[in-house]
């Protein structure tokens, strides 16, 4: 069953705490979601670098031994505003990913009320707050029972697709990146359109508006000199490519987070 605070219609994106299955299953990491449907027009945040808004947030209520992890962010899409603002946002329909380890303890049958209290920025021209408070309850059942899917199951399997691999254990040839003095330089053999997304506190690179995005297979970048500050209380860049192939092949989207040092800093 799913309940959520009524919501004012002013507000231009709405959020339900959704499953891709019926139930829970115990001693293992479920995935709830947090739904937002955009209005036209209007985006949310990602909670990479961005030169303005915030991403969502959330705080949990869960039953006792049950544990709610952190947010598993998928890629986002450039946004550029007037005046060269550069942000990285979801527009339309987005689905936040978010593991839930229920103990094996737990006997099946039983029903689980989790709850979120949310906030978040929303933008067009202006901004404006959003805050949901939304709550799930489910079943739990046993590892290996018939455990139906729920009409949220292809919003999940769309999120997955875009969620980052871990760039240190890619093996895809398609995909080359190169860490060499100032510079990243990046492949993507048949790539219609390959994009660059900077993570929280990541390295800062020069003209990531022109530079951040290619439509040739190869991005070249180069680190800002103006970012020494941030750099010397955390020497790791971290960014996260996705390469486009187009037509119905699914989009290759990695994380990767490696030491200045390997840059040349």
């Known amino acids: 069953m799913e309940r959520a605070a009524p919501q004012p219609s002013e507000e231009h994106a709405r959020l339900r705490l959704v499953a891709p299955t019926r139930a829970l299953v115990a001693g293992d990491t479920n995935y709830l979601g947090l739904l937002f449907d955009i209005d036209p027009d209007w985006h949310i945040y990602w909670n990479g670098l961005n030169d303005s808004g915030f991403a969502p947030s959330a705080e949990w209520t869960a039953p006792p031994g049950v544990e709610v992890g952190q947010i598993i962010w998928p890629a986002p ?32 049958g039983a029903m689980l ?18 805050f949901g ?12 029972s018939e455990n139906a899917s729920t009409a949220f199951a292809s919003a999940f399997e ?17 995909l080359r990146v190169r ?4 510079s990243i330089e990046i492949d993507a053999d048949g790539a219609r359109r390959l994009s660059y997304y900077p993570q929280s506190e990541a390295a800062r690179v020069e003209e ?3 530079r951040g995005v290619s439509t ?15 750099l ?19 989009p290759l989207v990695v994380r990767v987070e490696r030491p200045l040092s390997e840059l040349g800093g």
């Open 179 to 182: 860490l060499a003095g100032a």
């Open 77 to 108: 899409h450039r946004y550029i505003a007037p005046g060269d603002v550069l942000d990285h946002v979801y527009e339309e329909r987005v689905l936040l990913l978010v593991p839930v380890e229920v103990p094996r303890g737990i006997r099946a």
């Open 133 to 144: 408070d939304v709550r799930l309850t489910l079943p739990v059942v046993e590892a290996g």
């Open 113 to 130: 009320t989790l709850r979120a209290q949310v906030e978040w920025l929303v933008c067009k021209d202006v901004c404006l707050p959003g």
């Open 232 to 250: 010397s209380r955390d020497p790791v860049v971290r960014f996260v490519i996705v390469a486009d192939f187009g037509g119905d092949e699914p």
């Open 208 to 210: 990531p508006i022109r």
């Open 216 to 230: 040739s297979g190869h991005l070249r970048l180069r680190r800002s000199p103006y970012d020494r500050g941030s």
């Open 158 to 174: 769309s999120a997955w697709a875009r969620v980052p691999l871990d760039g240190g254990v890619l093996d895809d040839p398609r």
